[in-house]
């Protein structure tokens, strides 16, 4: 069963609003990381937080992860309509080289 | 950017039909993956390779079968196709070491219609 569980599953906001997708996951992890998909395309790697880290940003893109929760939440502040896309969340168990994934959240902005 | 490539991006085929993906690194990681990915919907891995000679199967039972002669180079293959067979067939790569971070580069996808 995948590890990720995100929410929403879909989003849909105005050019220019901050956008805020969330991750959850059930078993102790290594690292945590956001990817972007665009539709029809491969996928792009975004930002890795550690599990000792509680913050991370890269530009407009701010990752917070709570341990004790289980979650993560990736926030893209000032959208832009190329901002539109599928983002997954990923994690990597220390035990395991391979990364889990969640089911994706679908974000659409408008302009 | 990263460095991998799939061939072809889209494929058409009949039925009963075999047919090979291709990826190719130049990256030199060691680790190789195929996912299968329906629109809109999660990954699911597929098979694996830690290296040359070495390949393995992942969560997802899949009728394909893979091979690993070269660093670079990771094929899928489908002996005879299905229209079950339609789906985005994503390759990836990574690093392989005790400190690397398990971040994934992936090619741009085969999308595989079976008729």
């Known amino acids: 069963s995948q590890q990720g569980e995100e929410d929403p599953q879909a989003l849909s906001i105005q050019e220019g609003e901050n956008a805020t997708m969330n991750c959850s996951y059930k078993?102790?992890?290594?690292?945590l990381q956001w990817y972007r998909q665009n539709s029809g395309r491969g996928l792009v790697h975004l930002i890795l937080i550690r599990s000792n880290e509680r913050e991370k940003h890269s530009g407009r893109l701010r990752v917070t992860l709570d341990t004790s929760k289980k979650s993560s939440s990736l926030l893209i502040t000032a959208s832009r309509a190329a901002d539109t896309a599928s983002y997954f969340c990923?994690?990597?168990?220390?035990?395991?080289?391979?990364?889990?994934w969640g089911a994706g959240t679908k974000l659409i902005i408008k302009p | 950017e990263a460095d991998i490539y799939q061939t072809p991006r889209y494929l058409v085929i009949g039925t009963g039909k075999k047919i090979t993906l291709e990826c190719s690194q130049t990256?030199?990681?060691?680790?190789m993956y195929w996912y299968q990915q329906d629109p809109g919907m999660e990954l699911h891995l597929i098979h694996y390779?830690?290296?040359?000679?070495?390949?393995e199967k992942g969560d997802l039972s899949s009728e394909s079968t893979v091979s690993r002669i070269r660093t670079e180079h990771f094929p899928l293959t489908l002996e005879s196709a299905r229209p079950s067979h339609t789906s985005q067939y994503l390759c990836a790569s990574s690093l392989f070491g005790g400190t690397n971070t398990g971040e994934l580069f992936f090619g741009e996808g085969s999308r595989l219609t079976v008729l």
């Open positions: 990923a994690t990597k168990l220390d035990s395991n080289y391979q990364l889990i």
């Open positions: 078993t102790s992890i290594n690292n």
């Open positions: 990256m030199g990681h060691d680790k």
């Open positions: 390779s830690y290296g040359v000679n070495s390949t």
